[in-house]
């Protein structure tokens, strides 16, 4: 027998083994897993930590038309009541006449951010030239 000569009774076919080696096809998916978790975590941290401005108060409170909105919903402006439907028409006339185009509210804690987004945007649309959030100072111990 010659040194490329077969042993009797093999093909040629059964000398190649070709087998996919999904060792480093794995390792390749697990590092890419691991990227994928790592940037996911950063991406929601981030909207996590948010500064805040803390609330100063001003030398002087500015003139306007003021919005009141209590604990229970009910609407004011400039100390007389109105309904939802109402208020629109009643900043319009309130702006009117008023020096400062101004619009503050003054809003209970319990009052809900999309009421009081829809009260700005409404005294936006009728006319208001500016806005302000009446606070009050924080107790000091």
Known sequence: MGAG???SGEDES???VAEINVTPLTDVFLVLLIIFMVTTTVINDESKNIDLPEGTESEE????VTVVVDD???LMVNDRRV???EL???LEGALE????????LRGD???LLGQAVGILDMAQQAGAKGIALATQSPEKP
């Open 109 to 111: 804690k319990s009052v």
């Open 97 to 104: 006449i008023a020096e400062n185009k101004i619009v503050i």
């Open 61 to 64: 409170a500015p003139d306007g």
């Open 72 to 74: 229970v919903g009910t």
């Open 88 to 90: 629109r028409a009643t």
């Open 5 to 7: 000569a077969l042993p």
């Open 14 to 16: 059964d000398g190649i």
């Open 83 to 85: 309904s939802e439907d």
